[in-house]
């Protein structure tokens, strides 16, 4: 309490505390003096700290922080993404909508596990999202368009993460697996 500075350390905060109460003792540490420390396993924790600096810390001890440009808008938005075992960021509800159709019919459980499907919000807010991950030692996988722009950025993320980032040679989901199907059957393909 020097200097009516103090410093607070919170290790899981949401303990035996509702989700309104969580982002309402979030929202009064944060307007206080000092500085505040806070470990958490909540989403609704993390969506009312979405201004605050957040680090990552895995299960193998790897730190890392996550830019808070980068990711502010996703974790106010989806903070469920950054509290999964393995997040696969895909660009939108078509994505999303796919991946988990296919991951149902491939592995049956894979929610229980810990894999979680995020909307990156479209391509800019995806790769964006996706290089903040990279560099603050997330584990995550992505399922992405190759729209032609922004080449250098996207090769950083593959370099960083490898086979987990999956990106067309060219187009996008509709482009390359549509035509795969018969017109009769895009309905159903749809379904």
Do not use: C
């Amino acid at each position: 309490l020097q200097d009516g500075h103090p410093i607070t350390l919170v290790d899981e905060l949401e303990r035996g505390l509702e989700p309104y109460r969580q982002r309402q003792l979030v929202q009064q540490i944060a307007g206080g003096r000092g500085q505040t420390f806070i470990t958490t396993h909540s989403a609704s924790v993390l969506s009312a700290a979405a201004a605050a600096s957040v680090w990552y810390v895995d299960t193998g001890g790897q730190v890392g922080e996550l830019p808070k440009d980068k990711v502010a808008r996703h974790l106010a938005r989806d903070p469920e993404a950054f509290l999964a075992r393995l997040t696969i960021v895909v660009e939108g509800a078509t994505e999303v909508g796919f991946l988990e159709a296919l991951l149902d019919r491939e592995l049956p459980g894979w929610r229980d596990r810990g894999v979680y499907i995020a909307d990156g919000g479209g391509n800019d807010d995806t790769l964006m999202l996706l290089e903040a991950l990279s560099q603050g030692g997330v584990k995550f996988a992505g399922f992405v368009d190759n729209e032609g722009r922004n080449q250098g950025r996207w090769a950083a993320v593959k370099n960083r993460v490898g086979p987990l980032l999956f990106q067309w040679n060219a187009g996008n989901l509709e482009q390359n697996i549509i035509p795969m199907f018969a017109h009769d059957q895009v309905l159903a393909l749809i379904a």
